[in-house]
């Protein structure tokens, strides 16, 4: 009994331990024989004879977790990382080879590393540079050694690859010609041979204080992609995310690509340009496409026979980009990111409903409204609209006051985000009363960063507007002056059947992909704010037919 306690406290403590070698322990290394994994061995295969034949016996010890199937049991390391997946190799013997059928493979420096080769910060700007490049050299064949022995484990005890991964994640430097790439090409072969779904693939660390230069960024080996004669009919990838590397994909390697359905380029260089062409020229089942900073995309065209299937779109921040043409009947939602007013563009995408644009406007005073009514021409069919604005000027109030109202016959839900230096300029919100006349839900996001000293009445331009179908407005991140106080009377005194109004000083700051996020309280609010905007807004629901529902956020 004291040598069965023993050998517990050893394995447990060997488990709580930072062990820096991603492989396991055997029992022959343990300080004592365990005499005792006889006897519970012993006692397992009588249980489970016992089972085969139908008999229960009542058991108030029971190891039910290593009694369960291996595949669930691989799903559950799953959501370990490597490095702890492979210590429960020392649990029993049921645990010893768990690890070597991975649902994830996840190859960074974090999990294969020790944390004095991991911690590249460790090399100093003061480093001679001789011994700079002789430590990144350490570290980077110590990583790929380590990889290629863990790979051959796996190998070794799955040849006739029977086991499924579903996903492959590599984080880790590599450069054009540097050392690693025909590995790099091994182990995404590694994967594909397993059926692998998902591939994410960084060939840049965040914390790597010499980042590869865009010359010098990976050329992605597009031909590992059909590494067998039958790779792309058998193909069960589909999901591909690229960070940091040149894409120059040959036509002759296109048919990798015709499973994806699921495509993120981040800070890709798109060699020569046209290689997005025909890159998205071979993707016959793309449902979703995102490009964030790519470079060297001088325009993006989407038609037939090109991505037929595709869904969404999402453009972030590609400062080369000068056109964009899309002709597709299948896309329904899209983001972009960028200078629109410095982009040619055209549509013809009658099913596109759903619509995000986030645009620097600098010195440009009519940018806004002139964006506003460009979009209107062009996607009539919208029925979501989000629009973000941050302009860096001061605009007088009534410079929109005679502009021609551009119409969205179809807009349903319209989201807009104001950010200014100073103040902020609401006169355009009687333009969106006039041209959004089915308009149910109105979301304004604003943030101002300073205020004149003698505040002015935004509303005291705007002529009344009268909507009948505006039935919710949420503000978020209002700070209780003045004009923001106007604003909110005027949509309410204009919005006759108006059910609900949500006010939250909290400012909400677009992630991209859906994803929100909010900022904290303006003490500015908390100083009288929100008191001098509680009062008004009930003193004017008074003279209202319909009653008003009012939220406030953030109470004190």
């Known amino acids: 009994m004291n040598n069965e306690r023993q050998t517990k406290c050893y394995i447990f403590s060997v488990l709580l331990t930072d062990i820096y070698n991603p492989f396991p322990y055997t029992l022959s290394s343990l300080p004592f024989a365990p005499f005792s994994f006889l006897e519970k061995k012993k006692k397992k295969n009588m249980q489970r004879k016992k089972q085969k034949e139908g008999v229960?016996?009542?058991?108030?010890?029971?190891?039910?977790?290593?009694?369960?199937?291996?595949?669930?049991?691989?799903?559950?390391?799953?959501?370990?990382?490597?490095?702890?997946?492979?210590?429960?190799?020392?649990?029993?013997?049921?645990?010893?080879?768990?690890?070597?059928?991975?649902?994830?493979?996840?190859?960074?420096?974090?999990?294969?590393?020790?944390?004095?080769?991991?911690?590249?910060?460790?090399?100093?700007?003061?480093?001679?540079?001789?011994?700079?490049?002789?430590?990144?050299?350490?570290?980077?064949?110590?990583?790929?050694?380590?990889?290629?022995?863990?790979?051959?484990?796996?190998?070794?005890?799955?040849?006739?690859?029977?086991?499924?991964?579903?996903?492959?994640?590599?984080?880790?430097?590599?450069?054009?010609?540097?050392?690693?790439?025909?590995?790099?090409?091994?182990?995404?072969?590694?994967?594909?041979?397993?059926?692998?779904?998902?591939?994410?693939?960084?060939?840049?660390?965040?914390?790597?204080?010499?980042?590869?230069s865009h010359g010098a960024l990976l050329l992605f080996p597009c031909e590992v992609l059909l590494n067998k004669e039958f790779a792309f009919v058998n193909s069960c990838l589909k999901h591909v995310r690229l960070a940091h590397c040149a894409l120059a994909p040959h036509p002759a390697f296109n048919p990798g690509f015709a499973t994806i359905t699921t495509l993120d380029l981040h800070k890709v260089d798109l060699v020569g340009g046209e290689q997005v062409q025909v890159l998205l020229a071979s993707c016959h089942s793309l449902e979703w496409l995102r490009l964030s900073k790519c470079h060297n995309m001088g325009y993006l065209k989407i038609e037939y026979p090109s991505c037929q299937k595709l869904r969404h779109l999402s453009v972030n921040r590609c400062h080369k980009l000068k056109a964009l043409v899309l002709r597709s009947s299948s896309l329904e939602s899209m983001e972009y990111t960028g200078t629109w007013y410095m982009i040619e563009t055209m549509f013809d995408t009658p099913n596109l409903k759903s619509y995000s644009c986030r645009m620097v406007l600098g010195s440009d005073q009519g940018g806004e409204m002139s964006q506003y009514s460009r979009l209107a021409i062009e996607l009539p069919q919208l029925q979501t609209l989000f629009l973000e604005c941050k302009c860096m000027l001061y605009v007088p109030v009534n410079t929109m006051a005679n502009s021609i109202v551009a119409t969205f016959p179809n807009l349903r839900h319209l989201i807009i985000t104001k950010e200014a230096v100073h103040q902020q300029n609401f006169c355009w919100i009687e333009i969106v009363l006039k041209g959004c006349p089915i308009l149910t839900r109105l979301d304004l996001n604003i943030w101002t960063h300073m205020k004149f000293d003698v505040e002015f009445m935004a509303t005291s331009w705007l002529q009344a507007c009268p909507h009948s179908n505006l039935k919710e407005v949420t503000i978020t991140g209002i700070r209780g002056h003045e004009s923001e106080i106007e604003i909110a009377v005027y949509l309410l005194q204009n919005a006759r059947e108006l059910q609900k109004m949500i006010i939250d000083p909290r400012r909400r700051v677009y992630l991209g992909n859906g994803k929100w996020s909010s900022s904290q309280v303006c003490q500015t609010w908390n100083n009288g704010g929100r008191q001098r905007l509680h009062h008004l807004l009930y003193q004017q629901a008074q003279h209202l037919s319909s009653p008003v529902k009012f939220f406030f956020c953030c109470q004190p």
């Open 56 to 212: 229960v016996e009542e058991v108030g010890d029971q190891d039910y977790l290593t009694a369960l199937p291996a595949p669930i049991l691989c799903n559950i390391l799953s959501f370990l990382s490597t490095r702890e997946a492979v210590k429960t190799s020392v649990l029993s013997s049921t645990w010893r080879n768990v690890w070597k059928t991975p649902n994830n493979l996840v190859l960074d420096a974090h999990n294969f590393l020790n944390p004095q080769q991991d911690a590249v910060t460790n090399i100093s700007h003061h480093s001679s540079a001789t011994s700079s490049f002789k430590l990144k050299c350490d570290r980077t064949w110590a990583f790929l050694n380590r990889v290629n022995l863990y790979l051959l484990r796996l190998s070794q005890f799955d040849p006739n690859f029977r086991s499924k991964i579903e996903n492959l994640s590599i984080c880790f430097t590599f450069r054009r010609g540097g050392h690693g790439c025909y590995d790099l090409a091994q182990w995404i072969g590694f994967a594909l041979d397993r059926k692998v779904d998902k591939i994410d693939l960084c060939f840049s660390e965040s914390h790597e204080l010499s980042a590869p």
